[in-house]
């Protein structure tokens, strides 16, 4: 694999962002902790830098940085809220949190993340926040997809494609979202949370470069969608979705069937999930693995059922 020449910068900068925060730096190496083509992010000490994905402007990611910034009970703050430029990339400066522990599923944080969306969707969203960029992800997703539709193997391509046309407008990022005013993460999954401060500290909300304003029931899509596709137990599930009403998110109904609400986001989120899979696979040239295939399979039976659009989010 080629190195990445951004690296070497993007380390300096964690350096100097780390000594500045204390005279007392360890000064071990620094970490990469991701390197992909949307992001790369590296640790050194107490201090994060990541660089943002090549499409990142500033006039997309400085609103998002400055709400988070003002919500330090829910997101991570960044160190800075104004964004630099490194060789054409935006890198952003956090301090550390631990991050939920992979090898340890009986202590995921299910509670936390619902606790901490439903506060998120009930608190007013700054005037400048742009829309949740989560829709259009997908489209991304989908996008990508159909430039390797016709090399990828089967017929799994057709089938999320034929899953993705029964989607609303909106979720396919080609109409407004039905709801502009909620403030929505746009990304939820367990890799967005951390501890800070560290250890023990409470869990936050990280990665804000799809936060936005739109249909907060997304951010409960993607478990929404494990669970419909048989990858979340239907223990964990229960657990998030109460801990969600628990704390009076406005996504789903109090009570009841949650289900009119999420089945659009769930679907979409099948969708993405199952575009990205089978982009990945095909770069990779492999056969889909079990789990790839799962979603594949759920986008198949999806095609054949009309989702249900309630809430107005058949626009």
């Known amino acids: 694999m080629t190195p990445n020449p951004l690296l070497p910068a993007l380390t ?11 005279p007392a730096c360890p000064c071990g190496a620094t970490v990469t902790l991701a390197d992909r083509p949307d992001a790369t992010v590296v640790r050194h000490a107490d201090t994060v830098a990541k660089a943002h994905a090549p499409d990142v402007t500033a006039a997309d990611l400085t609103p998002r940085l400055t709400a988070a910034a003002h919500l330090p009970g829910l997101l ?3 160190l800075s809220p104004e964004p630099v430029d490194l060789h054409g990339r935006l890198v952003t400066c956090w301090p550390y949190g631990t991050p939920v522990d992979p090898e340890d599923p009986d202590a995921a944080p299910w509670e936390a993340a619902a606790t901490l969306l439903a506060r998120l969707h009930r608190t007013p ?6 829309p949740m960029r989560g829709p259009v992800k997908a489209a991304l997703a989908i996008s990508r997809l159909r430039a390797v539709a016709d090399g990828a193997a089967g017929a799994a391509p057709a089938a999320v494609l034929r899953a993705w046309d029964t989607l609303p407008a909106w979720a396919r990022a080609e109409a407004p979202q039905p709801d502009a005013a909620t403030l929505c993460h746009g990304d939820l999954h367990l890799g967005q949370l951390v501890r800070h401060p560290v250890p023990g500290g409470p869990w936050l909300l990280i990665d804000v470069d799809d936060l936005g304003v739109g249909v907060p029931a997304w951010d409960l899509g993607r478990p929404a969608a494990w669970y419909a596709c048989g990858l979340l137990s239907p223990e964990e599930w229960d657990r998030f979705l109460a801990a969600y009403r628990a704390a009076d998110g406005p996504a789903v109904p109090a009570d009841g069937d949650p289900w009119p609400a999420l089945d659009v986001p769930a679907r979409a989120l099948t969708v993405q999930t199952a575009a990205r899979a089978i982009t990945k696979a095909a770069a990779e040239g492999r056969l889909l693995d079990e789990v790839e295939q799962s979603l594949v399979d759920a986008c198949d039976r999806m095609a054949s059922v009309p989702p249900e659009l309630t809430h107005g989010y058949a626009k």
Request: aromatic letters at 0%; a positive charge.
């Open 125 to 130: 969203a700054p005037a400048s926040l742009p």
């Open 76 to 78: 991570l703050p960044p």
């Open 12 to 22: 300096a900068r964690a350096e100097v962002a780390a000594h500045s925060r204390t």
